[in-house]
Each structure stands twice: as structure tokens, then as C-alpha cells.
């Protein structure tokens, strides 16, 4: 996929500010928040530069997003229990 310097820039750019922000924060909702911005930067560069690519990134972005947005409102709903892990399993 061909994109150019400033494009490249800004994703990368942006990628790495939510990445820093996410560790910052201990809040689930924090974190869902500072990851919206990865699929709408990836939005903004596809307005200036289109690619099959960026869209396939995008929809898996926003996928991921929106699942883990869902997942998240069911929970504080009580509709859902969070997965528990056991020890040794990774």
C-alpha cells in the first residue's frame, strides 16, 4: 500500500498517543475512548488518500472498537460476566 509521508505520520503518530494514553489510565471507558481515535484518524487519511488497504484497517479498527464498546455496556448492565483467565493458560 502506497501512502504518503504525512499520512504514514499521522497514523503512526496517532497510534502511538492512544497506545501511551491507554497504559496511563486504569479506567475501561478511558481506554475505549482513546481507542476511537485510531479508527477515526485511519478516516481522515482515507479522505485524503484512498486505499483498499486502509479500508480493510479501518473495518477491522472499528470492528474491534465497536465489539469491545458492546461488550463493555453489557457488563456495566449486568448483563454480561468478564471473562476470567485462570492462571497458566498463557
Known amino acids: 500500500m502506497y501512502m504518503s509521508k504525512t499520512n504514514r505520520s499521522l497514523l503512526v503518530d496517532e ?5 501511551k ?15 476511537s481515535g485510531i479508527p477515526s484518524m485511519v478516516t481522515r487519511v482515507i479522505n485524503l488518500e484512498y486505499d483498499k488497504e486502509l479500508i480493510l484497517l479501518h473495518l477491522a ?5 465497536q465489539h ?12 454480561d460476566r468478564p471473562i476470567v483467565i485462570i492462571d497458566g493458560v498463557f
Open 68 to 79: 469491545i464498546s458492546a461488550r463493555n455496556r453489557r457488563q456495566s448492565k449486568g448483563e
Open 15 to 19: 497510534t502511538n498517543f492512544v497506545v
Open 61 to 65: 479498527l472499528n470492528e474491534t472498537y
Open 21 to 35: 494514553d491507554m497504559k496511563s489510565s486504569d479506567d475501561a471507558a478511558t481506554k475505549l475512548y482513546y481507542l
